[in-house]
């Protein structure tokens, strides 16, 4: 994702979906709801949005479907939801919410999570909900230039959110499609509890995207979150300091944090990390590459 491989048109759109995104999340906390609120609402419109891997537009796997995993953590009680492997829930965020709330567990997988999803309620579509041609074309082409197992170039778009509310709780959330042309029911760092995606009060709420194998051998949302609270580091002095441990293992990637003080920031090794940001002061800002 360079301003090379990205036309005015592709930034435009892009820009606007990721303001809706900012601005769900956005009235969900002026109307003072929660982070847990907040960051489901905008992952919820990312996920329903094209544009973006996760939901409608995830990318596809080797075998030609979209199989989808999410997760979302709540800082105040360190409650936790997540889903793996899901191909007929149209917002898997909800469903690792409802995984968080509504059963004893912590993370379900493929049927058992989809079976549990309509026990709940939970919307579900059929998987062509998902598929984009865009989508297909790269996974045709990552097939045609035979590629490997899988191309990180290939595969942007990983959606996640991280929000304080006005009591000072924090919260996050991460979904996605995965890896292009992955295989053998793989899954990412993005629904393991610590490794993708990890909220605690104490700390602050990470999401994270990237090549995922390197992001769960860092432990990177928790062990940012550990280098602060146990360590006193800065938010941005920790994000940067494990982003440097995954690029040592030969992964890059990007994370977005919020800290119950109010902090927010992000960091990222790759050319570009779309992303937004909002506060109670007015601040509203959107960006795509690493000019911003
Ligand atoms: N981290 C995600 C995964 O490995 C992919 C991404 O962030 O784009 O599944």
């Not at 303001?19 to 982070?35: E, K, P, Q, T």
């Not at 907040?38 to 796997?61: I, W």
């Not at 709940?120 to 230039?145: H, I, S, Y």
């Not at 929000?163 to 991460?174: K, L, M, N």
Request: glycine share 16%.
């Amino acid at each position: 994702m360079t301003p090379e491989t990205m036309d005015a048109a592709g930034v435009a759109a892009h820009e606007a979906a990721l303001g809706v995104a900012l601005d769900a999340g956005r009235d969900v906390l002026f109307a003072g709801g929660s982070a847990l609120e907040a960051v489901c609402a905008a992952v919820s419109a990312l996920e329903d949005d094209p544009h973006f891997n996760a939901g409608r537009g995830a990318v596809f796997t080797y075998h030609g479907t979209n199989e989808l995993d999410a997760a979302v953590m709540d800082g105040a009680t360190r409650g936790a939801g997540a889903v793996c492997g899901v191909t007929h829930t149209r917002n898997p965020v909800s469903l690792a919410r409802a995984v968080m709330e509504k059963s004893p567990h912590v993370f379900l997988s493929g049927a058992g999570a989809e079976e549990f999803a309509r026990e709940q309620g939970v919307e579900m579509v059929d998987p062509d909900w998902f598929a984009t041609e865009a989508r297909w074309q790269q996974l045709q082409e990552l097939k045609a230039k035979k590629l490997g197992w899988f191309d990180a170039g290939l595969k942007y778009g990983t959606v996640g959110a991280v929000a304080v509310d006005a009591s000072g709780h924090v919260a996050a959330a991460t979904s996605t499609g995965g890896l292009t042309g992955k295989r053998w029911g793989r899954i990412g760092d993005s629904p393991l509890i610590g490794a993708g995606t990890y909220a605690d009060d104490r700390a602050a709420a990470i999401s994270c995207t990237g090549s995922g194998e390197q992001f769960i051998r860092a432990a990177v949302a928790h062990e940012i979150c550990a280098r602060m609270r146990i360590g006193g580091e800065r938010p941005q002095a920790a994000t940067e300091a494990v982003l440097d441990e995954v690029g040592a293992m030969g992964g890059v990637g990007g994370v977005i944090y919020a800290t119950p003080g109010g902090e927010t920031g992000f960091a990222f090794t790759t050319p570009g990390m779309f992303r937004g940001r909002a506060d109670s002061a007015g601040l509203r800002e959107v960006g795509i590459f690493g000019e911003s």
